[in-house]
């Protein structure tokens, strides 16, 4: 199926708030970099800050779909995928581009926990803990939820040192720290 003129917007959108912010990108630079008029951008959005949910939407199930695909492609069993998801985050880290987090970056900008983009990103960081809940659950592992939760942190961790650049290997560190948490919850 043909993409329609609001998804070409929010797709083209997306790798403008990825590379330069959101804040940072007001709506001419936008309708310079989709090529789409400023009245067909206000059409199918009424602000900005719609505009911007929309692209964070599309991004949660992009990203969503390739890391959880990309843990399954990478192990087997449920304790495997939890340890694979620092390797897909490692091939993430090395694509060219790659930025950080636009989650952790909307939330920076806007930071009023009551804000819905910064309940959107929350939301995502959410649905990650319930997948990796879910899989630890799985695995056997005692207290799946309190090991997701430091799963993510590890996870969160390796995002921004990756985005850094301060250490050489950040999601390889990360695991090697998760393989040793994994361990303690047996």
């Known amino acids: 199926m043909r993409p329609t003129k609001r998804d070409e ?3 083209e959108a997306l790798k403008a708030f990825y590379r330069n912010g959101f804040n940072a990108t007001g ?12 009245t067909s951008m206000y059409k199918h959005f009424r602000t900005k800050e719609d ?5 964070l939407r599309l991004r949660d199930e ?25 390797d897909a985050l490692e091939e993430w880290f090395e694509e060219p581009g790659y930025q950080g987090c636009m ?4 939330s920076s900008e806007y930071q009023q926990v009551s804000h819905p983009i910064h309940r959107q990103s929350a ?13 630890a659950t799985k695995a056997g592992l005692a207290r799946p939820g309190d090991l997701a939760r430091q799963l993510l942190l590890l996870k969160e961790g390796a995002i921004v040192t990756a985005h850094l650049r301060v250490t050489e290997n950040p999601a ?11 361990d303690s919850w047996r």
């Not at 890391?67 to 694979?84: K, N, V």
């Not at 989650?103 to 909307?106: G, P």
């Not at 390889?172 to 994994?182: H, N, R, S």
Request: net charge negative; proline share 1%; no cysteine.
């Open 9 to 11: 917007l929010v797709q």
């Open 27 to 38: 709506m001419d630079t936008l309708v310079k970099e989709t090529g789409i008029s400023k």
């Open 51 to 55: 505009l911007i949910l929309a692209v």
């Open 62 to 86: 992009n990203f969503r779909n390739w890391l959880y695909r990309r843990m399954e492609e990478l192990a087997d069993s449920p304790e495997g995928q939890l340890l694979a998801m620092f």
């Open 103 to 106: 989650f952790i970056k909307a």
């Open 123 to 135: 939301d995502h960081k959410r649905m990650l803990e319930a997948h990796v809940t879910d899989l």
């Open 172 to 182: 390889q560190d990360a695991k090697a720290a998760a393989a040793t948490i994994i």
